[in-house]
């Protein structure tokens, strides 16, 4: 169980310019969840995925924010346009899908993203 | 999705047993309780969870009610490492809805 691996770990843009982050979940487990968190807050659901569907997706995640998973294996979750108010904390988390609600969630150490 | 409370802050005395409170009066039937860590610029940490029964691991305790609609995780012997949030969330049986997370208890301890 190697965990689960983000990267970058910090990341630094102007406003306007694109951004991509990876994320690398615990190789057998199929279910992926993004989550952003911004200071003093708990984490809130962007998406997730089951293998390389893509099952929900909550109103936070505008249409400048698309994240995918290619083969359901790694995810990417890519920001168009970015804006300051993009700027938090951006967790990967996994989990398998066998007991799934028993089933712990395993976070990354998070991409950090700060707009300029 | 149901939602969990929690106080915003507690403290405790180091090498003194904690008490973490949580909420959590919309639970369903099938939620599990997960109870998660964070220190400063990491990711959750996972720490326990139960169902019906309480639950012990080399991490914590976690004691839930009876009617589950509240349970409490408990560090036998808080020590400085166990400075961090600490988040209590309800994980359907299925797994495959979202998890809530709210702002969680903010422990300190005391040296």
């Known amino acids: 169980d190697t965990g689960v691996s983000q990267d970058p770990r910090h990341k630094i843009t102007k406003r306007g310019q694109n951004v991509t982050f990876r994320c690398d979940p615990i190789?057998?487990?199929?279910?992926l969840y993004w989550y952003r968190q911004t200071l003093g807050q708990g984490p809130e659901f962007l998406t997730y995925f089951q293998n390389e569907a893509q099952l929900e997706k909550s109103r936070l995640l505008s249409d400048r924010f698309s994240a995918e998973r290619p083969k359901g294996s790694f995810s990417t979750l890519e920001i168009q346009r970015t804006e300051q108010g993009d700027s938090a904390m951006y967790l990967c988390?996994?989990?398998?899908?066998?007991?799934?609600?028993?089933?712990?969630?395993?976070f990354g150490n998070g991409t950090r993203l700060t707009v300029t | 999705d149901a939602k969990t409370t929690q106080p915003n802050s507690m403290e405790s005395n180091e090498e003194e047993p904690v008490h973490l409170p949580c909420n959590h009066s919309?639970?369903?039937?099938?939620?599990?309780i997960h109870w998660y860590r964070q220190l400063p610029s990491q990711g959750p940490e996972y720490v326990i969870h139960?169902?019906?029964s309480n639950v012990n691991n080399r991490m914590a305790s976690l004691a839930i009610a009876e009617d589950r609609k509240s349970s409490t995780l408990i560090l036998h012997r808080a020590t400085l490492r166990d400075a961090a949030v600490y988040y209590c969330?309800?994980?359907?049986?299925?797994?495959?809805?979202?998890?809530?997370f709210g702002t969680g208890t903010k422990l300190q301890v005391i040296p």
């Open positions: 919309t639970i369903s039937g099938t939620d599990y």
């Open positions: 969330i309800l994980r359907p049986f299925g797994g495959y809805q979202k998890v809530t």
């Open positions: 190789s057998e487990h199929n279910r």
């Open positions: 988390a996994s989990s398998s899908t066998t007991g799934a609600g028993s089933r712990p969630l395993h």
């Open positions: 139960g169902l019906t």
